[in-house]
């Protein structure tokens, strides 16, 4: 940390972001094994020019945010607001109380981890000589069509138009009085705050690479630019059985079916989720399900299948990859399936962020041969399809 204290950095990570899919907010997704927001702070503390960091967190997230920045030096954590706007001026407020308050300050999203010291240096070097804001951004190099209704009704010139992005660089004082000052209106972001108070605002070349982690596709295109060569496609495959017992229902994918038994289990039997997750540990390299659950292991007894899946999908975000599609046949005689199909369907796409047109369910039936076909048990084998950069340093 710079013991000048001139510039701080304020990492805004108060959202609930889950248009990236997972069971978290973006911001503390594994990227290539480290934590998004992890990688976007140590961004800023790896650059000579910046002092402090503060970070801004939603407080249903604190035992996320504190795991992803274990070990980093930077001040305690901030609760956010109710926007983003009242974030980032909680954020100010708490750089505003250091001794001596800090005269500049670089405003960036958590969920833009790949940030070049370059942009840093272009936004500070152009605050410093001119006293302004400073916004990084990317001219707009696309048509732009306006419509209503998926109905196309003009065209807008793209000419002098830019994407913006982060970090926003201010005149420490400035900002924080503008956000004093046009408490109660909302803006975009903090350049259109500057900018409705009539402050000067400058831009400085931004990067393609500096992109919001946004889309589920996104943290696959983000290991892409940390680690260049080409994706690897890998499948993995498992299979699991579970026998009957008295009960009233059985659980598949997450999904509650009415029974009139139960599957026998150490947690909750979800025969379908145990054989998603051997799949998804085998694509990785692993072990199996055993290996990271052991079924003597006290603490999982009666735990739901949904923890295992979770961290299946953590293993293979750190060992490179990401899903891209599942195939999942369960096979019993009963209960039936196809009344339920849509709804494990649906409970999937939830607990993998996979949209519900990458995953299958299907159900078969052994013609009363077997185990199953006696009304024993149920079996169920998941194939699973993954990309990623398996083995990579990021």
């Known amino acids: 940390m710079n013991n000048a204290n001139t510039t701080a950095a304020l990492i805004v990570a108060a959202g609930h972001g889950r248009r990236a899919g997972g069971d978290v907010p973006k911001q503390y997704q594994l990227l290539g094994g480290i934590p998004v927001l992890r990688r976007t702070v140590d961004a800023f503390l790896r650059h000579p020019l910046i002092?402090?960091?503060?970070?801004?967190?939603?407080?249903?997230?604190?035992?996320?945010?504190?795991?992803?920045?274990?070990?980093?030096?930077?001040?305690?954590?901030?609760?956010?607001?109710?926007?983003?706007?009242?974030?980032?001026?909680?954020?100010?407020?708490?750089?505003?109380?250091?001794?001596?308050?800090?005269?500049?300050?670089?405003?960036?999203?958590?969920?833009?981890?790949?940030?070049?010291?370059?942009?840093?240096?272009?936004?500070?070097?152009?605050?410093?000589?001119?006293?302004?804001?400073?916004?990084?951004?990317?001219?707009?190099?696309?048509?732009?069509?306006?419509?209503?209704?998926?109905?196309?009704?003009?065209?807008?010139?793209?000419?002098?138009?830019?994407?913006?992005?982060?970090?926003?660089?201010?005149?420490?004082?400035?900002?924080?009085?503008?956000?004093?000052?046009?408490?109660?209106?909302?803006?975009?972001?903090?350049?259109?705050?500057?900018?409705?108070?009539?402050?000067?605002?400058?831009?400085?070349?931004?990067?393609?690479?500096?992109?919001?982690?946004t889309q589920p596709g996104d943290i696959a295109r983000a290991l892409t630019v940390l680690s260049p060569q080409p994706q690897q496609s890998r499948t993995g495959m498992g299979f699991d059985v579970h026998r009957f017992e008295a009960g009233d229902h059985v659980i598949l994918c997450g999904h509650k079916i009415p029974f009139s038994k139960r599957l026998k289990g150490h947690s909750d039997a979800d025969v379908a989720l145990h054989a998603l997750c051997d799949a998804i540990f085998g694509a990785a390299c692993t072990g199996d399900i055993g290996t990271h659950f052991p079924p003597s292991d006290a603490q999982w007894r009666g735990a739901p299948s949904s923890v295992f899946l979770a961290r299946a999908i953590e293993t293979l975000a750190e060992a490179g990859g990401q899903l891209s599609h599942i195939d999942l046949t369960i096979i019993c005689e009963a209960p039936k399936i196809g009344p339920h199909r849509a709804a494990m369907a649906r409970a999937l796409s939830s607990l993998t962020g996979l949209p519900e047109h990458a995953i299958s369910v299907k159900a078969t039936t052994t013609e009363g041969l077997g185990f199953t076909g006696r009304g024993e048990g149920i079996a169920a084998q998941a194939i699973v399809t993954t990309r990623g950069h398996f083995g990579a340093s990021p």
């Not at 504190?66 to 926007?83: E, Q, R, T, W, Y």
């Not at 000589?129 to 069509?145: E, F, I, N, S």
Request: hydrophobic share 45%.
């Open 51 to 213: 002092g402090p960091v503060q970070v801004v967190i939603h407080p249903d997230y604190e035992a996320e945010a504190a795991s992803a920045l274990a070990g980093l030096n930077v001040l305690p954590m901030v609760a956010g607001g109710k926007d983003r706007q009242d974030s980032v001026k909680n954020g100010l407020a708490a750089l505003a109380k250091l001794t001596p308050a800090p005269d500049m300050a670089l405003i960036h999203d958590a969920a833009r981890p790949l940030v070049s010291s370059t942009i840093i240096n272009d936004v500070i070097d152009t605050v410093r000589r001119h006293q302004c804001g400073v916004l990084p951004a990317l001219a707009v190099a696309d048509t732009l069509k306006v419509a209503v209704n998926n109905k196309v009704e003009g065209t807008t010139p793209r000419d002098g138009l830019f994407q913006a992005q982060t970090p926003q660089g201010f005149p420490f004082a400035q900002i924080w009085a503008a956000h004093q000052t046009t408490a109660g209106a909302q803006y975009t972001d903090d350049t259109a705050l500057f900018e409705a108070l009539g402050k000067e605002v400058r831009i400085v070349s931004g990067d393609p690479d500096n992109f919001k982690i």
